[in-house]
């Protein structure tokens, strides 16, 4: 009931998105391009990858903007599908540290901002994959510490040195 209500209050553009997720081959020299390139370059890699810096798709240049929103689609290509399925563990291993970080913090701010961080990590990590794979929209979201941007970047980093802090301030004592 609700779906036909809110399509009526959706931009051209954000309807134009929300077709090409349910049919890039509908445009495929135009909006549905980049999923569709993305999806021939994370199932180019196979189990174990083409090599480093050896991805057709990649270094021919067919998907464009690969070093930002699409450098898992580069990733998995180039290192196949254990290096990809490593990444994912990686980012898994994050994640569960900022939980054990957030479990364990002395007081409430440090709970919270534990798990805020977290879940910002984390929320982008799902959307960024789910975007690369063609399980979600197109939307833009970086792939956290690996995605060209700087104040993505930065803004990660120090999500990061405040999770440490969490961290450190656990063994402080005081009387």
Not at 119 to 141: H, Y
């Amino acid at each position: 009931v609700m779906i036909p209500i809110g399509w009526h209050f959706l931009k051209d553009y954000q309807k134009e998105r929300l077709i090409i997720f349910f049919n890039p081959e509908r445009d495929p020299l135009g909006a549905g391009y980049h999923i569709i390139q993305s999806k021939i370059a994370v199932g180019s890699g196979g189990f174990f990858g083409k090599g480093f810096l050896s991805g057709t798709q990649t270094q021919l240049k067919f998907l464009p903007e690969q070093r930002t929103d699409f450098i898992f689609s580069v990733f998995a290509e180039e290192w196949g599908f254990i290096g990809a399925f490593i990444l994912i563990i990686l980012f898994m291993s994050l994640i569960l540290w900022g939980l054990k970080i957030a479990l364990h913090a002395r007081d409430l701010l440090g709970i919270i901002i534990a798990f805020g961080i977290t879940a910002l990590i984390s929320w982008q990590v799902f959307i960024n994959l789910g975007m690369v794979l063609g399980m979600l929209p197109v939307v833009g979201i970086p792939l956290p510490f690996l995605s060209y941007g700087g104040s993505a970047m930065i803004s990660l980093m120090a999500c990061l040195g405040l999770l440490m802090n969490i961290n450190m301030r656990k063994y402080v004592y005081h009387r």
